[in-house]
Nanobody
Framework: QVQLVESGGGLVQAGGSLRLSCAAS????????MGWYRQAPGKQRELVAT???????NYANFVKGRFTISRDNGKNTVYLQMNLLKPEDTAVYYC?????????WGQGTQVTVSS
């Protein structure tokens, strides 16, 4: 089992910034991928940015140049620095971890961008 604790969401004006954090904990787990996804009302959950076990980073096209994912391997923590936020970035942001064949999700943190 992997537990994920997220923090850092909130309300921000368009053009502003937010930083999300996600810490993973558990016993005897290997993280294959770890990163951020989001789900807006009425839409499917979508990838925002992830790390693979080998260190490869994947970004969704809609965040390239605005969002940066980083990690602290020693703390099993990933961060998402979100700059130049747009109203269409409004969503619940979820931390996700793939460990073996199991997918784990955090509780989600709301990000609201006002115009």
């Amino acid at each position: 089992q992997v537990q994920l604790v997220e923090s850092g969401g909130g309300l921000v004006q368009a053009g502003g910034s937010l930083r999300l954090s996600c810490a993973a904990s558990g016993s005897r787990f290997v993280i294959n991928t770890m990163g951020w996804y989001r789900q807006a009302p009425g839409k499917q959950r979508e990838l925002v940015a992830t790390f693979t076990i080998g260190g490869t980073i994947n970004y969704a096209n809609f965040v390239k140049g605005r969002f940066t994912i980083s990690r602290d391997n020693g703390k099993n923590t990933v961060y998402l620095q979100m700059n130049l936020l747009k109203p269409e970035d409004t969503a619940v942001y979820y931390c996700g971890v793939m460990s073996g064949i199991n997918q784990y999700w955090g509780q989600g943190t709301q990000v609201t961008v006002s115009s």
